[in-house]
């Protein structure tokens, strides 16, 4: 996709790749990547993947409130007391936000 606002995209198999998000996300897959280019959040937004990789290389002044339960974890830019908050969660894979 290229550049969408107000983003809900459920995948069951396969990679949700997104040039930019503007305003909101909901974002699913359950077998498979998420990558995205830019985050420009302006509401409280949730990013999960059951089995894969999460990628955002860059985001506005949100506070990023990630969790994985096997993988790694890699937040370059978190502001805990911004107004903004998007969750993203990982069952198996690695989570990488920031440049």
Do not use: F, W
């Not at 994985?68 to 890699?74: A, K, P, Q, S």
């Amino acid at each position: 996709m290229g550049s969408v606002k107000n983003a809900t995209v459920k995948c069951d198999c396969g990679n949700i790749e997104i040039k930019e998000i503007t305003n909101q996300c909901n974002l699913r897959a359950n077998l498979g990547n998420i990558s995205i280019d830019k985050l420009n959040l302006q509401e409280d937004s949730n990013i999960r993947v059951d089995m894969g990789n999460i990628t955002v290389e860059e985001t506005n002044d949100i506070y990023i409130d990630a969790h994985v339960d096997l993988g790694d974890l890699n937040i370059r830019q978190n502001n805990r007391n911004a107004p903004v908050t998007l969750t993203v969660n990982c069952n198996c894979g690695n989570i990488t936000i920031g440049d």
